[in-house]
């Protein structure tokens, strides 16, 4: 037994020594929601680990005090029902963790699903995420501009991207800013970020799409406000307007490098928002076309009644 | 020329070609073989015709060890595409095949027929009956069972694997994104098998309620025969919802219907929900006679009653009502939001306080006692922390906030496996081991299984350990690839060796099986290792009638009470014993349903509407059959008796 064991330290330690070298992306947190998820995470191993280490020393415990080549031979084991007491200890201890971690899931729950704290009273920045086999497409409303495979974002201001699909269902998610949510294609979920140092972060589609889906990343700057500012001055300088038929193209599958654009495709393809309201998919993308989507605070739809 | 195309292959490599040629060679090996030393009247005799609850137990194990090759095969290819960054073994398409067939292969076509394999083996000699309630239905539930097995694994020559994971959600799983047979195969052969899964639960459950020998009250039941029962009556619970959600994918896929497609009023999240209204039960059907089997064994190897009966049995049955209440929490990231969310949330974690009870127990049931390192034994021991880590990973997983981080990465794939493998696969090793004895009469040799167990278990650390930590560190499961930059090559590598060991250990079950039936006495007894319950009290190997007379019940443990106690097991004269006789049309029925799903895959029309009516042909055929069994006479059971020790 004892070969188990060191096996198992060792195995641990080198776990520690491999997570120091280096940190990894969803505890090397860049913002608030991904800050407190990291503490959720790390409070739970904390307390897990506990809990594993405490099964352990009671098995090696018993292991090596009840193995039959200890135990005289006409050692007859006793007829044990259980114990109150003893039953009362192992269905309450569990309760209360388990009570204690109901209480920290479900107020990191509020927190992540609302504007990241500390940035409550900004305006955030919308940005429409959708994505397409095996691209990404970001849409910057307010901005009037379009970009493919990368996204630019403002430091120190709360993001609120607006997620959906083109295709099959996928996951938008920036490890390192925070955790991930689900893009659908008949519908529009809202993750909220924001990002609290200047930075490259990795993103991808964490949800199976197919074929391409191991490529289907893409690479997130994070910048100073004045940058970010800058960067859109440019891109209207710069970059050539987004046609309807030219989107027709981009989302047909395959990879595709970055690309930048004027406009956005939510002018002629708007998104599935209300799609699963009372009125009918008809009504609803015909009052899409004429909606600005400067207004998109009306937009702050819950989607947890559908 | 255009009718045979349908049959190609969408995305052929030499390694299916290969594998081709061999499926062929095998096949026609044994059919060869079969008529060169004339087996096929034994064959159909014995095996094809049975309604033998043992025989068809031992059909059960002999496809769940095949299946596990299977699925390990695709294992191991995942882990090896995986092993070093940009690495060029598998494409893309072929990676998805791989990972979508081990899925379904390891859950429905090697985990369920172990644990059947189980309940048919040991749940009648448990209870003291002589075959399960419904024989005919046992036997019919197999060929189902068997005919959607072989559905499935003829896929990947003939049209091409289902490509869209194991969960196969849609609208990838659709026409749109999904255009090849592959997801066909996938609806119609779990369908099929389900179809049988359903009747054997409540086969099952009609057989532990009604069926249990004089004196055996529900909490008198050995602990196997009640983790059985629970997990019968979720897969009651369970399947319809599967073979309804099934069936409407088939629709949506063969007759353009539009349940779960994204426009026309169709709803992709449908599918997920009500995959996972299933999916999620279906954890705990596995898990369950796991449980129960570890129970016995670790009270026998312990020489100790088992700690805590009764609250082992409510932690059963809270677990089970609990296992419907969870499913949302495999997709928190859908954005139902945080209300929802932190429903899911407790409901899931509120399992962790029942199966800490029975974790609790199993340590309790050992202190005090005299422990037996036996391979059974190994196993359970070891099961007990890693099967703990497993479950604190869940509830770390149930925190739904950071859920969004874990999500969809390799930590989920470290977490099921964690608790999948020491917690079911563990425990089919151990049954297998434990239970050898009793039905082909030798033990499995120690010293090689104690070989496998090391393998076993260190390839497990070795493979799923170090996903936790690439999971934490941004890697997505089910990703074919990976850049060197992102630093996962060197952990991935360990995982490599980690199921390369499993694999080697793999083996070693197979050798020891052919080294045992070679050189291990075949003078045991009925009862080689000391065991409490029931099922040892007959003889090695078990008579087709189980017990000679009808056994009188004391408690959990008639047997320990028999052997120590002085309590009579079998009063009374030996008496005529009814049989139900044997019938070819379980077997016909499941060939038929392979030929339906076969042609429901490809569109085959003429030939569905045949098989179809086959089946209600064959049905029509046993309402109109006059069948009243057979009897063993008292006098043949006496020469049996004689023949095998000794009246007992």
């Given at each position: 037994?004892?070969?188990?064991?060191?096996?198992?330290?060792?195995?641990?330690?080198?776990?520690f020594?491999?997570?120091?070298?280096?940190?990894?992306?969803?505890?090397?947190?860049?913002?608030?929601?991904?800050?407190?998820?990291?503490?959720?995470?790390?409070?739970?191993?904390?307390?897990?680990?506990?809990?594993?280490?405490?099964?352990?020393?009671?098995?090696?415990?018993?292991?090596?005090?009840?193995?039959?080549?200890?135990?005289?031979?006409?050692?007859?084991?006793?007829?044990?029902?259980g114990?109150?007491?003893?039953?009362?200890?192992?269905?309450?201890?569990?309760?209360?963790?388990?009570?204690?971690?109901?209480?920290?899931?479900?107020?990191?729950?509020y927190?992540?699903?609302?504007?990241?704290?500390?940035?409550?009273?900004?305006?955030?920045?919308?940005?429409?995420?959708?994505?397409?086999?095996?691209?990404?497409?970001?849409?910057?409303?307010?901005?009037?501009?379009?970009?493919?495979?990368?996204?630019?974002?403002?430091?120190?201001?709360?993001?609120?991207?607006?997620?959906?699909s083109?295709?099959?269902?996928?996951?938008?998610?920036?490890?390192?800013?925070?955790?991930?949510?689900?893009?659908?294609?008949?519908?529009?979920?809202?993750?909220?970020?924001?990002?609290?140092?200047?930075?490259?972060?990795?993103?991808?589609?964490?949800?199976?799409?197919?074929?391409?889906?191991?490529e289907?990343?893409?690479?997130?700057?994070?910048?100073?406000?004045?940058?970010?500012?800058?960067?859109?001055?440019?891109?209207?300088?710069?970059?050539?307007?987004?046609?309807?038929?030219?989107?027709?193209?981009?989302?047909?599958?395959?990879?595709?490098?970055?690309?930048?654009?004027t406009?956005?495709?939510?002018?002629?393809?708007?998104?599935?928002?209300?799609?699963?309201?009372?009125?009918?998919?008809?009504?609803?993308?015909?009052?899409?076309?004429?909606?600005?989507?400067e207004?998109?605070?009306?937009?702050?739809?819950?989607?947890?009644?559908? | 020329m255009?009718?045979?195309?349908?049959?190609?292959?969408?995305h052929?490599?030499?390694?299916?070609?290969?594998?081709?040629?061999?499926?062929?060679?095998?096949?026609?090996?044994?059919?060869?073989?079969?008529?060169?030393?004339?087996?096929?009247?034994?064959?159909?005799?014995?095996?094809?015709?049975?309604v033998?609850?043992?025989?068809?137990?031992?059909?059960?194990?002999?496809?769940?060890?095949?299946?596990?090759?299977?699925?390990?095969?695709?294992?191991?290819?995942?882990?090896?595409?995986?092993?070093?960054?940009?690495?060029?073994?598998?494409?893309?398409?072929?990676?998805?095949?791989?990972f979508?067939?081990?899925?379904?292969?390891?859950?429905?076509?090697?985990?369920?027929?172990?644990?059947?394999?189980?309940?048919?083996?040991?749940?009648?000699?448990?209870?003291?009956?002589?075959?399960?309630?419904?024989?005919?239905?046992?036997?019919?539930s197999?060929?189902?069972?068997?005919?959607?097995?072989?559905?499935?694994?003829?896929?990947?020559?003939?049209?091409?694997?289902?490509?869209?994971?194991?969960?196969s959600?849609?609208p990838?799983?659709?026409?749109?994104?999904?255009?090849?047979?592959?997801?066909?195969?996938?609806?119609?052969?779990?369908?099929?098998?389900?179809?049988?899964?359903?009747m054997?639960?409540?086969?099952?459950?009609?057989?532990?309620?009604?069926?249990?020998?004089?004196?055996?009250?529900?909490?008198?039941?050995?602990?196997?025969?009640w983790?059985?029962?629970?997990?019968?009556?979720?897969?009651?619970?369970?399947?319809?919802?599967?073979?309804?959600?099934?069936?409407?994918?088939?629709?949506?896929?063969?007759?353009?219907?539009?349940?779960?497609?994204t426009?026309?009023?169709?709803?992709?999240?449908?599918?997920?929900?009500?995959?996972?209204?299933?999916?999620?039960?279906?954890?705990?059907?596995?898990?369950?006679?796991?449980?129960?089997?570890?129970?016995?064994?670790?009270?026998?190897?312990?020489?100790?009653?088992?700690?805590?009966?009764?609250?082992?049995?409510?932690?059963?049955?809270?677990?089970?009502?609990?296992?419907?209440?969870?499913?949302?929490?495999?997709?928190?990231?859908?954005?139902q939001?945080?209300?929802?969310?932190?429903?899911?949330?407790?409901?899931?974690?509120?399992?962790?306080?029942?199966?800490?009870?029975?974790?609790?127990?199993?340590?309790?049931?050992?202190?005090?006692?005299?422990?037996?390192f036996?391979?059974?034994?190994?196993?359970?021991?070891?099961?007990?922390?890693?099967?703990?880590?497993?479950g604190?990973?869940?509830?770390?997983?149930?925190?739904?906030?950071?859920?969004?981080?874990?999500?969809?990465?390799?930590?989920?794939?470290?977490?099921?496996?964690?608790?999948?493998i020491?917690?079911?696969?563990?425990a089919?090793?151990?049954?297998l081991?434990?239970?050898?004895?009793?039905?082909?009469?030798?033990?499995?040799?120690?010293?090689?299984?104690?070989?496998?167990?090391?393998?076993?278990?260190?390839?497990?650390?070795?493979?799923?350990?170090?996903?936790?930590?690439?999971?934490?560190?941004?890697?997505?499961?089910?990703?074919?690839?990976?850049?060197?930059?992102t630093?996962?090559?060197?952990?991935?590598?360990?995982?490599?060796?980690?199921?390369?060991?499993?694999?080697?250990?793999?083996?070693?079950i197979?050798?020891?099986?052919?080294?045992?039936?070679?050189?291990?006495?075949?003078?045991?007894?009925?009862?080689?290792?000391?065991?409490?319950?029931?099922?040892?009290?007959?003889?090695?190997?078990?008579?087709?009638?189980?017990?000679?007379?009808?056994?009188?019940?004391?408690?959990?443990?008639?047997?320990?009470?028999?052997?120590?106690?002085?309590?009579?097991?079998?009063?009374?004269?030996?008496?005529?014993?009814?049989?139900?006789?044997?019938?070819g049309?379980?077997?016909?029925?499941?060939?038929?349903?392979?030929?339906?799903?076969?042609?429901?895959?490809?569109?085959?029309?003429?030939?569905?509407?045949?098989?179809?009516?086959?089946?209600?042909?064959?049905?029509?055929?046993r309402?109109?059959?006059?069948?009243?069994?057979?009897?063993?006479?008292?006098?043949?059971?006496?020469?049996?008796?004689?023949?095998?020790g000794?009246?007992?």
């Amino acid at each position: 037994m004892r070969k188990k064991w060191t096996l198992l330290t060792s195995m641990m330690a080198f776990v520690f020594i491999l997570a120091g070298c280096e940190p990894l992306l969803v505890l090397d947190p860049k913002g608030p929601q991904a800050q407190r998820q990291a503490n959720d995470i790390m409070l739970s191993i904390g307390i897990m680990s506990v809990i594993v280490i405490v099964v352990m020393v009671i098995l090696t415990f018993i292991l090596f005090k009840y193995r039959e080549s200890k135990l005289p031979d006409d050692y007859e084991p006793p007829h044990i029902h259980g114990n109150k007491w003893v039953e009362i200890v192992c269905v309450g201890v569990p309760i209360l963790i388990v009570a204690y971690l109901s209480f920290v899931s479900v107020k990191s729950n509020y927190i992540v699903e609302s504007a990241p704290e500390g940035y409550e009273n900004q305006e955030p920045l919308v940005i429409y995420a959708s994505s397409s086999d095996w691209k990404w497409h970001f849409s910057y409303p307010e901005e009037g501009i379009e970009t493919v495979n990368y996204l630019y974002i403002p430091t120190d201001r709360p993001l609120e991207f607006k997620l959906y699909s083109h295709g099959p269902i996928t996951s938008f998610w920036i490890p390192q800013l925070g955790g991930q949510k689900y893009a659908m294609s008949d519908m529009v979920t809202t993750l909220h970020l924001a990002a609290d140092a200047a930075g490259e972060f990795m993103g991808r589609n964490a949800n199976f799409s197919g074929k391409g889906f191991a490529e289907n990343t893409f690479n997130v700057t994070a910048m100073p406000q004045a940058d970010f500012d800058d960067w859109v001055k440019e891109v209207h300088e710069t970059a050539k307007p987004i046609t309807e038929s030219e989107f027709e193209k981009l989302i047909e599958p395959g990879h595709l490098g970055q690309m930048t654009f004027t406009g956005t495709h939510l002018e002629f393809s708007p998104a599935p928002e209300h799609a699963h309201n009372e009125v009918s998919d008809e009504d609803n993308n015909e009052s899409h076309e004429h909606t600005n989507h400067e207004d998109h605070t009306e937009d702050e739809t819950d989607h947890s009644g559908h | 020329m255009e009718f045979l195309e349908r049959f190609a292959i969408p995305h052929p490599s030499p390694a299916i070609y290969a594998s081709m040629v061999a499926i062929a060679l095998v096949s026609i090996g044994i059919l060869a073989g079969l008529t060169y030393f004339k087996k096929w009247g034994y064959l159909w005799r014995e095996w094809l015709t049975t309604v033998d609850h043992k025989k068809i137990g031992i059909m059960y194990l002999v496809s769940a060890l095949l299946m596990l090759f299977r699925g390990g095969a695709d294992a191991i290819m995942m882990r090896a595409q995986l092993s070093a960054p940009d690495m060029k073994l598998l494409d893309a398409q072929h990676y998805n095949e791989i990972f979508t067939t081990h899925g379904v292969v390891m859950i429905i076509f090697m985990a369920m027929p172990f644990i059947f394999a189980f309940m048919n083996l040991i749940v009648p000699l448990q209870i003291g009956a002589r075959d399960v309630a419904f024989p005919r239905l046992n036997a019919l539930s197999f060929w189902l069972f068997f005919a959607g097995a072989m559905l499935f694994n003829i896929s990947f020559v003939i049209g091409g694997s289902p490509d869209a994971g194991w969960t196969s959600y849609f609208p990838l799983a659709g026409n749109d994104f999904s255009e090849s047979v592959g997801t066909n195969y996938y609806m119609l052969a779990i369908q099929i098998s389900g179809i049988g899964s359903l009747m054997t639960g409540i086969n099952m459950c009609t057989t532990i309620l009604k069926m249990r020998a004089p004196g055996m009250t529900l909490m008198k039941m050995p602990m196997f025969t009640w983790s059985a029962f629970i997990a019968n009556v979720i897969i009651v619970f369970a399947f319809p919802v599967l073979t309804v959600a099934l069936l409407m994918g088939t629709t949506d896929r063969l007759f353009a219907t539009n349940f779960f497609t994204t426009d026309n009023g169709g709803m992709d999240m449908l599918w997920a929900n009500f995959f996972w209204i299933w999916g999620h039960p279906e954890v705990y059907i596995l898990i369950l006679p796991a449980f129960g089997l570890y129970s016995e064994i670790i009270s026998t190897f312990s020489k100790r009653n088992l700690y805590g009966y009764s609250s082992m049995v409510w932690s059963m049955v809270l677990i089970s009502l609990l296992s419907f209440l969870v499913w949302t929490h495999h997709f928190f990231t859908m954005g139902q939001g945080a209300l929802t969310n932190s429903i899911f949330s407790i409901t899931t974690m509120a399992i962790a306080v029942p199966t800490g009870v029975k974790i609790f127990n199993w340590l309790f049931t050992m202190w005090k006692g005299k422990i037996r390192f036996t391979v059974p034994m190994l196993y359970s021991v070891a099961f007990i922390p890693l099967f703990t880590i497993g479950g604190v990973t869940g509830v770390m997983l149930a925190m739904s906030a950071a859920d969004y981080q874990y999500h969809n990465t390799m930590f989920l794939v470290a977490h099921f496996h964690n608790t999948i493998i020491p917690g079911v696969v563990f425990a089919m090793l151990a049954g297998l081991t434990f239970y050898w004895p009793k039905f082909f009469g030798f033990i499995l040799n120690e010293k090689i299984g104690k070989v496998t167990f090391w393998l076993l278990t260190v390839g497990f650390v070795l493979a799923f350990f170090p996903m936790y930590i690439t999971g934490l560190d941004g890697q997505a499961r089910r990703m074919y690839t990976y850049s060197e930059a992102t630093g996962f090559g060197a952990l991935n590598m360990l995982s490599f060796a980690g199921a390369a060991l499993m694999a080697i250990g793999f083996v070693t079950i197979v050798y020891n099986i052919y080294y045992s039936f070679k050189n291990s006495s075949r003078d045991i007894g009925s009862d080689p290792w000391d065991a409490r319950s029931l099922e040892w009290a007959t003889h090695t190997p078990v008579p087709e009638y189980n017990f000679a007379r009808t056994p009188q019940i004391s408690s959990s443990e008639t047997f320990w009470d028999s052997k120590k106690n002085g309590h009579e097991l079998f009063k009374g004269e030996i008496e005529e014993i009814h049989m139900p006789n044997n019938s070819g049309i379980p077997f016909v029925m499941g060939m038929i349903f392979f030929v339906a799903g076969f042609s429901f895959i490809f569109a085959l029309w003429v030939p569905a509407v045949i098989s179809l009516i086959g089946i209600f042909i064959c049905m029509a055929m046993r309402s109109f059959e006059k069948d009243h069994g057979r009897h063993i006479s008292v006098k043949e059971i006496i020469e049996t008796e004689e023949k095998l020790g000794g009246a007992k």
